[in-house]
Nanobody, 129 residues
């Protein structure tokens, strides 16, 4: 049985930092591309960042580029999102998702969330001004 669990969310002030983690079990983690999505109240789900199976290809949505860093540790079956210089507009529920592919990450990786097979339950990030 596949399980995907996010952690690391919380309340932080503007300009602060958080590190999200996503741990997957029940699958061969290194066979999967991983994506962080987020959804704010009343807004559509948005793709934030993608990392390919070996960590050598990444992609970020424009609004977080230069502030967020995605990484993974396949030995630990864990995905990370380091979030710096946080803004109120970063407030959302953050989800990680997995799809079995060896493709490189690109802008299209952040859309079409239905293609992603496994999802976590999310971790809330709130940035206060």
């Amino acid at each position: 049985q596949v399980q995907v669990v996010e952690s690391g969310g919380g309340l932080v002030q503007v300009g602060g930092s958080l590190r999200l983690s996503c741990t997957a079990s029940g699958l061969t983690f290194g066979d999967y591309a991983m994506v962080w999505f987020r959804q704010a109240p009343g807004k559509e789900r948005e793709g934030v960042s993608c990392i390919n199976w070996n960590g050598r290809s990444t992609y970020y949505t424009a609004s977080v580029r230069g502030r967020f860093t995605i990484s993974r540790d396949n030995a630990k079956n864990t995905l990370y999102l380091q979030m710096n210089s946080l803004k109120p507009e970063d407030t959302a529920m953050y989800y990680c998702a997995a799809v079995q592919t060896r493709a490189f990450c690109a802008g299209s990786s952040l859309s079409g969330s239905s293609r992603y097979t496994y999802w976590g339950q999310g971790t809330q990030v709130t940035v206060s001004s």
